[in-house]
């Protein structure tokens, strides 16, 4: 670990994952196991690893990460003609 103006700053190696959520420090990795565990939307990935719950800037990345393993999370159902 370096030091970068008296604050510890972590240099990125082969086996780290990059940080989906800053504020919270959450991994891509987390949110991807979280998914695979059966969180299904920005909500429940952020009631179980905390991703997604604080300035939301992530928001967009998580939504990407769900729609990879839910191609149609997000999608609006189209209605029957009736």
Excluded: F, N, Q, W
């Excluded at 969180?39 to 729609?67: F, K, N, Q």
Aim: glycine content about 10%.
């Amino acid at each position: 670990m370096l030091l970068r103006l008296g604050k510890p700053y972590l240099i990125a190696d082969e086996d780290s994952s990059m940080y989906a959520c800053i504020c919270h420090a959450v991994t891509e990795a987390e949110v991807s196991d979280t998914i695979a565990a059966g969180a299904t939307t920005e909500e429940e990935v952020g009631e179980a690893c905390g991703a997604g719950t604080g300035c939301g800037s992530c928001l967009d990345r998580i939504c990407a990460l769900i729609s990879e393993r839910h191609p149609l999370h997000g999608r609006t159902p189209l209605r029957a003609a009736g």
